[in-house]
């Protein structure tokens, strides 16, 4: 007799590999992943990608590291104690001759360096000397970019987190408990989510100090209602299944049913949402920065650069370079969202 083929097992696959491999598969997705991480690291290091200060300066036989030393003109050279501006001719002179040398950052320029030096008026359009032009103070249009977007995204994941954590915290209360506390805080919220929250931001920007603390906790306490509803939908869902009735026949308490058991089968909403949420809170960013309600002057904001293009109508590179890095960064984190949510989708069983 033949024997029989032995039977073939396929390995067990979890849920979050699962979804994984189908989050791969949306190569535009993916990519738009790959590109924002690259974009974002590269910008965590950005006093290395873009400063007017030299990342090394071996000089006269001693080793310097600008970058991260604050060093004193007399050290190269010059008759003063004040801090060396390497943009000065005298002191790029002193570093280019008798075997000195400096490496420079491949941008050479901080977002706030003035450039006394410039031989055109501001704002100047882009030369070799500046790649995107100089907005109309003279500071450097790229550096100011690559800070600004730094900025954007380390706000939008504060915000995103905190309000992901409020969000969550109100939305399994409502939806687990039920009941009398679901009806008391949807009313909160109701009334809540009709104060004028920029009115609001109005009057704090008046009284306070503006700053990015500041702004943070504005936001957060009016960004986390949108995704308590979702929460909510879910926990009063799962509050009603098997294992959450076992677990209470088993003596186990309130709250670890929801850490243990609910919470991790009430997250797809959650994960899914957060690259949108993203979205949100960088929109929200610029257009109080727009409108001089946002961030202090000074800090590099992708806002005050629509601002300063609306301002300049003839400087188009301070509009175009700016919306195009608006643009761009929106549009990956909008491919990651949709490529997220149909990897989460529980209707695609095919992996």
């Known amino acids: 007799m033949t024997p029989l083929p032995s039977a073939v097992f396929l390995p067990q696959v979890s849920p979050s590999t699962r979804a994984w491999l189908r989050f791969k598969r949306n190569r535009l997705g993916f990519v738009s992943l790959v590109v924002f991480v690259i974009l ?3 910008s965590l290091g950005a006093e290395f990608l873009s400063n007017d200060k030299p990342l090394i300066v071996r000089f006269q036989g001693q080793w310097y590291a600008p970058v991260v030393q604050t060093l004193p003109e007399k050290v190269f050279g010059g008759d003063f104690e004040t801090p060396a501006d390497y943009l000065d001719p005298f002191i790029q ?10 490496l420079q950052a491949p941008n050479p320029y901080h977002h706030g360096t003035l450039d006394y030096f410039a031989p055109l008026p501001n704002p100047a359009p882009p030369t070799s000397r500046n790649l995107l032009g100089t907005d109309d103070r ?11 977007f730094r900025v954007s995204v380390l706000f939008a994941l ?21 009941g009398k506390t679901d009806l008391v805080l949807q009313r909160f919220i109701e009334i809540w989510g009709a104060m004028p929250e920029l009115y609001l931001l109005i009057i704090f920007s008046a009284v306070f100090e503006p700053s990015v ?31 959450v009735k076992s677990a209470r026949a088993l003596g186990l308490g309130h709250w670890q049913i929801i850490w243990r058991h609910v919470l991790p089968n009430s ?19 610029t257009s109080l920065d727009f409108l001089g309600l946002g961030v202090p002057p000074g800090t590099p904001s992708l806002g005050e650069l629509l601002a300063q293009g609306k301002n300049n109508i003839d400087a188009w590179w301070i509009s175009i370079s700016t919306f195009g890095v608006l643009v761009l960064t929106l549009l990956l984190l909008t491919f990651m969202g949709d490529a997220l949510r149909d990897a989460l989708d529980p209707r695609k069983l095919d992996l």
């Open 213 to 243: 603390g500041l702004l943070l906790v504005l936001l957060s306490l009016f960004g986390w209602m949108g995704l308590s509803d979702y929460v909510r939908a879910e926990f009063l869902r799962n509050r009603q299944l098997d294992y």
């Open 93 to 102: 002179q002193q570093l280019n001759k008798d075997g000195n040398w400096a």
């Open 40 to 42: 974002f690291v590269m």
């Open 158 to 178: 504060a915000l995103t987190l905190f309000g992901v954590l409020l969000g969550v915290l109100t939305g399994a209360i409502q939806g687990f408990f039920a």
């Open 267 to 285: 997250m797809t909403p959650v994960v899914t949402f957060l690259p949108f949420r993203m979205s949100g809170a960088i929109l929200a960013l």
């Open 138 to 148: 003279g500071r450097d249009v790229l550096a100011r970019l690559i800070y600004g």
